[in-house]
């Protein structure tokens, strides 16, 4: 029989392969000149979530999309963005992420 992921596991599916979703949604704010990060209990909230749901690495795909769709459609309406820092807060209650924004006086 197949053991469930644990934690850590989930974590490294989300950062480590050649296409990580992590990779895949920097790529996706990157074409839109936004640096995307993810900070370290946000990544464990996303595996947290996977295991209550019992969908393992499956479900990791669709509690990031949750998290981050609208998000997506959202970015081109901000200016002078520089960085969206997704927090634990951004997965698990569905909060606004850190917005990082230009600073016009210092280019």
């Known amino acids: 029989t197949l053991e469930d992921l644990d934690e850590d596991a989930l974590v490294t599916i989300l950062q480590e392969p050649k296409n990580a979703l992590t990779k895949q949604y920097k790529l996706l704010f990157d074409m839109d ?23 393992g690495a499956r479900g990791l795909r669709s509690i990031m999309e949750t998290a981050l769709l609208d998000l997506m459609y959202e970015l081109p309406n901000h200016t002078n963005l ?26």
């Open 82 to 107: 520089d960085k969206v820092v997704i927090t634990d807060k951004t997965i698990e209650k569905g909060e606004q992420p850190k917005f990082v924004f230009e600073d016009k006086k210092a280019s």
């Open 33 to 55: 000149g936004v640096e995307l990060e993810f900070d370290d209990k946000a990544l464990r909230a996303v595996a947290k979530k996977a295991i209550e749901r019992k969908t």
